[in-house]
């Protein structure tokens, strides 16, 4: 999991690059949701975001819309996030650039 949030956090530094300084912008969040039973972590960005016919292909391995990128990133996460149980959305942050959010099942303790 601390993988997956390194991954996003760098990916959301990465596309506020070519901002200008003071629009650059990284938020986290956390939340407990449905019934306290699921944790959700949001890395918010207002970077360059990912153009719309994009979207449905970010977590395909080999996708990438980096010059440098090799596609694996956002996939292994989701991959990731999938074997917790939880899942990894995207959606455009309507300030610009991208929301990412992590959804993974509450585990109590005994």
Do not use: Y
Not at 51 to 72: L, Y
Request: contains cysteine; proline residues 5%; charged residues 20%.
């Amino acid at each position: 999991i601390e993988q997956v949030l390194v991954n996003l956090i760098q990916n959301a530094i990465d596309s506020m690059a070519d901002e200008l300084p003071a629009r650059r912008v990284l938020l986290l969040g956390t939340h407990a949701g449905e019934g306290d039973s699921w944790v959700h972590i949001e890395v918010v960005d207002r970077g360059c975001g990912i153009p719309f016919e994009n979207q449905a292909r970010i977590f395909e391995e080999f996708f990438t819309t980096k010059p440098e990128g090799s596609g694996f990133g956002l996939a292994i996460s989701k991959n990731i996030v999938d074997t917790h149980g939880g899942r990894l959305e995207a959606r455009p942050n309507p300030g610009g650039g991208m929301i990412f959010e992590l959804v993974l099942p509450i585990q109590k303790g005994s």
